[in-house]
């Protein structure tokens, strides 16, 4: 035992008796104070030498008072532990951070090498002023490119006719432009700080979703996989790719759950990120009525607005583009500044092979020949996938989607216009891959993003 004062007593003996009965509600109490060196003492009326036991390390001493700490590195600290306590959090954040950081180091490293005007015209800015100064030169500047001047121009300018501007969907411009206004017209910040959040969702829900079908190392290895894909990069830039798949397993996710509600409204908003969102109603209806043994007497309300609402709001915002902005040329839009045309799937990819061989498109070899790869290799996972006999709804999503993304044709050369950034929405493909391809592919891929997150900080078509 421990004396007020911090001497022993001796062993075997017994503490001086006092005034104060034994029992007595009014006797205090001893608190030995070894145990705590960073305790303060302080006499308590009537009873002196008693103390009060402040910080962290006298949490546990009975009745000792504890003075709350409430510095933010003590909040920062339970927050994260709190976060990093669910191994899906945990897992994505390590994986975020660390992609993330590596494409700052990247994107810094060649910022002073590229010219802030594009070699190819002034006109790829889209009215968008690309000089950033301090810290912003190294770490937004290098990501400012292509379609993320196309969001960066709606977010602050709204949508316009005939300048292209209709072709994009209204969710993810419209989110850039509340978040910008709110960080002083910081847009290009704002895009990146939405694709980043949007990002770890993602993740997140991947991991929770993944794990559902595989044990924890294949989901992930199917994470790695994702994360060092070639074009993954778009995942953390300006553009909707992020956004888009953090709503799609989302979505996914909890009509596993069977929770309907945020289901029917994270299909809405997938639907005004991407065009093709509209596709998510028939896995998800899929699901919906397995879960209810295919009976049909069954559906509840939720089924009837699973099938109604998601394409609404779609609806809406073409509705405006066509009768309030009077735009009515949406697929000479496409032709003119896309580079693309609306044809059906066979024609586009036998169309692409045909072209494939034309000596006059050997210019644009590199980026045919990588979308022809990637092209084959989804279809024979997706072919691998029904083999299985792995979950339905997925095979359907997976199906639907590479669908839709073989209706864009190209007409300058690109065959197969971006569809090496489009197929990172194909999330059943990198469950698979995490299942069954070899673990050195991951570090291959990882490679080849770097080259091609390169190709893009130069102003070079990446996807």
């Known amino acids: 035992m421990v004396e007020r004062d911090g ?26 104070t070894s145990k705590y060196p960073n305790s303060l003492t ?33 909040w920062i600290a339970s927050l994260w532990a709190r976060l990093t306590a669910d191994p899906a959090i945990a897992f994505a954040l390590t994986v975020f951070f660390t992609h993330r950081l590596l494409l700052f180091a990247l994107g810094a490293f060649f910022a002073p090498f590229v010219p802030q005007v594009p070699p190819l ?20 500047a290098p990501w400012q490119r292509w379609d993320t001047n196309w969001y960066l121009h709606i977010a602050h300018s709204g949508y316009a006719i005939g300048d292209g501007t209709t072709n ?7 989110a850039v432009g509340f978040v910008g206004r709110l960080l002083v017209e910081q847009y290009m910040l704002a895009a990146i700080i939405i694709s980043n959040l949007a990002y770890i969702f993602a993740l997140v829900y991947f991991y929770r979703l993944c794990n559902r079908l595989f044990n924890v190392d294949v989901t992930r290895r199917a994470i790695l996989f994702l994360a060092t894909f070639p074009t993954a990069f778009f995942l953390a830039s300006g553009y909707t790719e992020s956004l888009y798949l953090a709503l799609v397993l989302a979505a996914f996710y909890y009509a596993e ?21 509209v596709v998510l109603i028939l896995p998800l209806a899929y699901i919906y009525m397995q879960k209810r043994q295919f009976n049909w007497r069954k559906i509840s309300r939720e089924g009837l607005a699973l099938m109604a609402l998601p394409p609404v709001g779609l609806g809406l915002y073409l509705a405006y583009v066509y009768f309030i902005l009077g735009d009515f040329n949406f697929n000479n839009h496409l032709a003119v500044v896309w580079h693309v045309k609306f044809a059906l799937p066979w024609e586009t990819f036998f169309g692409g092979l045909v072209g494939f061989l034309d000596p006059n498109n050997a210019h644009n070899l590199i980026y045919n020949v990588m979308d022809l790869i990637l092209l084959v ?32 044709q190209g007409v300058d050369g690109f065959f197969w216009m971006s569809l090496n950034r489009y197929v990172l929405a194909v999330f059943p493909v990198f469950m698979l891959a995490g299942q069954i391809a070899p673990r050195y592919l991951i570090k291959v891929s990882a490679a080849v993003q770097a080259v091609w997150a390169i190709l893009f900080v130069f102003w070079m078509w990446a996807g």
């Open 7 to 32: 001497r022993a007593t001796q062993k075997n003996k017994t503490a001086p008796s006092s005034n104060y009965p034994t029992n007595s509600p009014s006797t205090p109490k001893s608190y030995p």
């Open 42 to 74: 302080a006499p308590l009326p009537g009873q002196p030498g008693s103390l009060v036991s402040y910080g962290p390390a006298a949490a546990d001493a009975g009745d000792v008072m504890v003075a709350p700490d409430w510095s933010w590195r003590t």
């Open 121 to 140: 015209g002034a006109s790829l800015l889209r009215d968008v002023d690309p000089r950033h100064w301090g810290p912003s030169f190294f770490l937004l």
């Open 168 to 174: 994009y969907p209204p969710l993810y411009p419209l």
């Open 257 to 277: 759950e069977d929770r309907w509600w945020p289901v029917i409204i994270l299909a809405s908003l997938a639907s005004l990120t991407r065009l093709q969102g």
């Open 377 to 408: 290799v989804f279809v024979c996972l997706i072919i691998i996938w029904a083999q299985r006999k792995l979950p339905m709804a997925y095979l359907i999503y997976s199906v639907l989607t590479m669908l839709v993304f073989l209706t864009r």
